[in-house]
């Protein structure tokens, strides 16, 4: 037991949740440990980062309602905290229960697993616990190194992305037995995020059973993170994920031994199709894989042009004007920089002109190799003056003022939104910067697939898609990288033709709705003839689709306030 009077310190709400301490609701301790332990009254418990001793008090009840008396409770129970003011804490909160715990003060992460030379540490029964939440930007030096060695000897290389989280949950598996169980609170990045993937692997090869809880409502009064419940066991692999529903941790007391939904797992990638009902995954996954196809068989998503420096090399009417440069010599059209211009199904020439007109950047600097005119040469001294040159894609290309300009694209695709990614058709013909990704449909594709697929990407599978191949940054936006872009499912050719047939006759209407933000409205519609008409969707059916897109993207903007990047 850890002993001593030292003076406890108050820790401030930022040194809290700096160290991402964010503590265990009773009822979630409560069930981790009851699953944990497992009817087992002889099963040795740890928690890795025991905070307040919430999971401590929780296993100690479970092991006393199965007979054990306090000292050997005191045997079984082990915690470990690197912080010694929160360790004492933990103690006090035991002594209050009626209990005790071994309590060690350590860097969980210096402490070598069971079997490791000159380790004295015996493997346990069960690990539970919540690791500490700290992301990547706070989860440096000293502390990321230890941690990603850790992770790497139970063959888990970890990106310097990784929260510290990550580590943790694979370096608290090594002190189990070979039966024995992990029982943990962990972020919802879990099933979601890039970096998050060698853990996801890990999962499948390392236990024999895996199961989640999926909350609907936030658990933690003091942070803004989706979390899920993580329980699994035993060793050897495995295929396929048991899955629990719940709306908060209140629901936890009556989930019963087969009220779960066992779910077949993506070879690679995030897992974050598993916040959907068994009933809207089945009807997706169907849906795409009979009648839809990925983005890249009708053109593959590229980067548009990046300049290092928009807000020099994008120019405006007025600037041209005043420098004479020359459109196709020493300029071309583009379209302004972001995409609020982009509210409807294209952009026209009129479009452009309106937008030119209103002050915003038209053009872009890209002179002829050979051109020395006076007009460019007094524009390219401004550049310096304003350190243009300096700037790092500036600096690393051959010439400095004329960056790579990228083909014009068929297609828009706006890739950042904080509602769904778009498809534009680019009827003005004119370039592109890299605020948003261009798309050349390959030379065979029928003229009518440019305009169709503007308007009947607009539907409920395409739009869960989105939220299932994209990733959240903060503020809740959607972001889609060109490969994730590229898997996006989209109406194959046979079912864009037959839907358009009907929807192209509604195009100039459903347009005026998307421009005036009804896009709800445009939504219901596709749905309706893509989905009902020609693929034979239910309305049931339909409307799951269409509730699933909007919990998905509740939970990403739900998010928004407490996070700054999701990678």
Known sequence: MLGGDALVQVETAAEHKLRGAFFTPPEIAEYLARWAIGRNPEASVLDPTCGDGVFLVSASRELSRLGRNGREITRQVQGVDIHEPTLRRAAEVLGDAGYSASLV????????????????????????????????????????????????????????????????????????????????????????????????????????????????????????????????????????????????????????????????????????????????????????????????????????????????????????????????????????????????????????????????????????PDDYSEGLQRYLAVGETLGVPNAYKCRVRPTWYRPPLVPVPDLFFTYMSHRYPRLVANMARVAILNSMHGIRLRSETPAFVRSALTLLTLNSVTMLGAELHGRSYGGGILKMEPSEAARLPVPDLETLHAAWRELGRDKARLDRQLKDGRWTSVVARVDEVLLGQVLSIGPEPRQLLHEAVQVLRSRRLGRATSRSSDV
């Open 105 to 368: 003060r350590s860097d969980f992460f210096a402490l070598g697993p069971p079997g490791e030379l000159f380790d004295a540490h015996v493997a346990v029964d069960a690990v539970i616990g919540n690791p500490p939440f700290v992301r990547y930007q706070h989860h440096v030096g000293a502390a990321r190194r230890i941690s990603a060695e850790a992770a790497l000897r139970q063959g888990v290389r970890l990106s310097g992305l990784a929260s510290s989280w990550a580590a943790l949950l694979v370096h608290a598996s090594a002190f189990l037995k070979p039966s024995g169980r992990l029982a943990m609170v962990v972020p919802a990045e879990l099933l979601t995020v890039g970096y998050a993937e060698p853990v996801r692997q890990w999962l499948r090869r390392r236990f024999s059973s895996v199961k989640l809880v999926v909350f609907e409502r936030l658990q933690f009064d003091d942070a803004l993170e989706n979390v899920v419940l993580l329980l699994a066991q035993g060793t050897g692999g495995c295929d396929a994920f048991s899955i629990y529903y719940v709306e908060d941790a209140k629901d936890l007391l009556d989930i019963q031994p087969f009220d779960e939904a066992a779910v077949a797992l993506a070879q690679t990638g995030k897992w974050t199709d598993l916040f959907l009902s068994v009933a809207v995954r089945q009807t997706y996954r169907e849906t795409v894989r009979t009648s839809f196809v990925s983005l890249a068989e009708y053109g593959s998503p590229e980067l548009g042009t990046v300049t290092g420096a928009n807000s020099y090399f994008a120019i405006t009417e007025a600037t041209r004007a005043q420098f004479g440069l020359e459109p196709g010599r020493q300029v071309v059209e583009i379209s302004p920089p972001g995409t609020r211009h982009l509210d409807g199904l294209s952009f026209t020439r009129a479009d452009w002109e309106r937008v030119a007109k209103s002050g915003e950047p038209v053009w872009l600097l890209h002179p002829q």
